[in-house]
């Protein structure tokens, strides 16, 4: 069964500097990974996904990730933070199980921006 | 553009008692989940139903039963709760069966189990 390692538990950073969020992923042949945000008391939101071709990928709002195949990483990143930019940041792989395909999630990174 | 729906938002239940969570989706979706959110923990799968009519364990099904009622409603039910589940609950859904899609979250159910 795939799954993913969310690295980091919290990660705390002043506005306007860089960040990364780390994710390992388990290997596979095939692997789909996924990035989603949660704002305090709301539900996960698709930040961006990697499916296969650019091993670069782009979110509307300035976040990026890199499919690492070599390091079975997939990494977020972010190279000027906003405040608006705090919340909980979840990693997730698509796996195919015994009733049709489901999503994994990891523990989650809590992104704090302070001023 | 109430896409997905979960009811209730809040409940405290005692131990042994039993309730069902309701989740609703207005997007005619395939695929619908049952998560729970807790510290630490991230989200974890309790059950899932690819298409109308089929379910199937995720996670940590133990303690929960699940119901496709029809496209468009999946509810989960506790029959004896106990402390362990005190959690947020989450239902998404998603239109495809298949790898790709992207899973539209409803904005959860607290419950506490005293």
């Known amino acids: 069964a795939q799954s993913v390692t969310q690295l980091d538990s919290q990660v705390p950073v002043f506005e306007e500097a860089p960040v990364e969020l780390r994710c390992n992923y388990s290997s596979s042949v095939s692997v789909y990974l996924f990035w989603y945000v949660q704002y305090p008391n709301q539900g996960l939101q698709l930040l961006l996904k990697?499916?296969?071709?650019?091993?670069l990928v782009e979110s509307i709002n300035g976040f990026e990730a890199e499919f690492n195949k070599s390091q079975t990483s997939f990494h977020l990143r972010k190279p000027s933070v906003h405040i608006s930019d705090t919340a909980e940041y979840f990693c997730a792989v698509s796996d195919r199980g015994t009733g049709g395909f489901k999503t994994i999630f990891g523990a989650g990174t809590r992104l704090f921006v302070k001023a | 553009n109430a896409g997905v729906t979960q009811t209730p938002k809040f409940q405290v239940l005692k131990t042994g008692q039993s309730m069902t969570l309701q989740c609703a989706q207005d997007m005619n979706h395939n695929s619908m989940y049952w998560y729970r959110q807790d510290p630490g923990m991230g989200l974890r799968l309790i059950y899932y139903?690819?298409?109308?009519?089929?379910?199937d364990k995720g996670e940590v099904p133990n303690g929960y039963n699940v119901s496709r009622l029809n496209k468009r409603e999946f509810s989960l039910r506790l029959e004896s709760a106990a402390p362990s589940q005190t959690s947020v609950y989450f239902c998404?859904?998603?239109f495809g069966t298949g790898v790709t899609g992207e899973l539209f979250f409803g904005e959860g159910s607290r419950l506490t189990v005293l």
């Open positions: 990697y499916l296969s071709g650019s091993t």
């Open positions: 998404a859904s998603k």
């Open positions: 139903s690819a298409s109308e009519g089929t379910t």
